[in-house]
C-alpha cells in the first residue's frame, strides 16, 4: 500500500453525511483511487438512519478510520460497523495501521444547544480523551478546534478550545473534522498542521509522510 519512508498517501476525508444515500454512493467511488479513507462523524440523523449510511460505505474496501459525530452515538456506531470489516471505531483512543499512528475524539464538543438526542461532551471531558493523543499522530475529530473551520452561518465560531489546545500542544500531521456544516470543504493551518473540514462530498487529500 505504502511506506514508511515518505511516500505520499491519498486519504479520502469526509463528515456528516446525515443518510444521504447519493453522498455515501459517490464516497465509495471515489474511495478506490486512495490509502486510507477518513469519516468525522454525523453518519446518522438525529440518532436514526445509521444503517442506511453504512449499508452503503461498507463497500469501501481501503482501512477506514470513523469517529462518532453528535448524531450517532460510539456503541451505536460500533454495533453498525460489525459488517464492515475495513472499518474502526476510535473514540478516546488510537490505532496504528501501517506505521501512521491516528487517534479519534467524537461527539459535540462543546455540549451543543439541541438537547438529550446529541451525543456530546463537556471541553473537560474531551481534555481527558484527548490526553493519550500521540505527538504527529492523525487526529480525527468530529468537533472542529476553536477558531479553525468553525464559523457558522452567522460567523460565530463553534469550535472546541480542548481539541484547539491539543494540536497546538501535540502538533498532528493532520486533523480531519466536520460538525460545522457551513464550513465544509473548507481547510486552514493551525500551527504547522492541517485542518480540514471535510464535509459530505469527500475530500481527496495528498499527505506527506516524510514530515
Excluded at 481501503?62 to 459488517?83: D, F, H, M, Y
Aim: aromatic share 6%; with cysteine.
Amino acid at each position: 500500500m505504502f511506506l514508511k519512508n515518505g511516500t505520499a498517501l491519498r486519504i479520502l476525508l469526509f463528515s456528516d453525511v446525515h443518510c444521504s444515500e447519493p453522498a455515501c454512493h459517490a464516497l465509495v467511488e471515489k474511495s478506490l483511487d486512495v490509502n486510507f479513507v477518513i469519516g468525522a462523524g454525523d453518519l446518522a440523523h438525529v440518532r436514526r438512519g445509521l444503517d442506511i449510511s453504512i449499508s452503503i460505505l461498507k463497500a469501501i474496501d481501503k482501512p477506514t478510520i470513523l469517529v462518532p459525530g453528535n448524531n450517532e452515538s460510539e456503541r451505536e456506531l460500533q454495533t453498525a460497523i460489525a459488517c464492515w470489516d475495513a472499518a474502526v471505531v476510535l473514540h478516546g483512543s488510537g490505532i496504528e495501521i501501517c506505521d501512521i499512528p491516528f487517534y479519534g475524539i467524537g461527539g459535540g464538543i462543546p455540549v451543543t444547544p439541541f438537547g438529550d438526542w446529541s451525543y456530546d461532551f463537556s471541553e473537560r471531558e474531551a481534555r481527558a480523551m484527548l490526553s493519550d493523543l500521540p505527538s504527529g499522530a492523525i487526529l480525527v475529530s468530529h468537533s472542529p478546534p476553536q477558531g479553525c473551520v468553525d464559523v457558522s452561518s452567522s460567523g460565530v465560531s463553534l469550535g472546541s478550545a480542548s481539541v484547539r489546545e491539543a494540536i497546538i500542544d501535540k502538533h498532528p500531521l493532520l486533523v480531519v473534522c466536520g460538525h460545522i456544516h457551513e464550513s465544509a470543504g473548507r481547510h486552514a493551518m493551525l500551527g504547522r498542521t492541517p485542518v480540514v473540514n471535510a464535509g459530505p462530498g469527500g475530500v481527496v487529500w495528498n499527505l506527506d509522510t516524510s514530515e
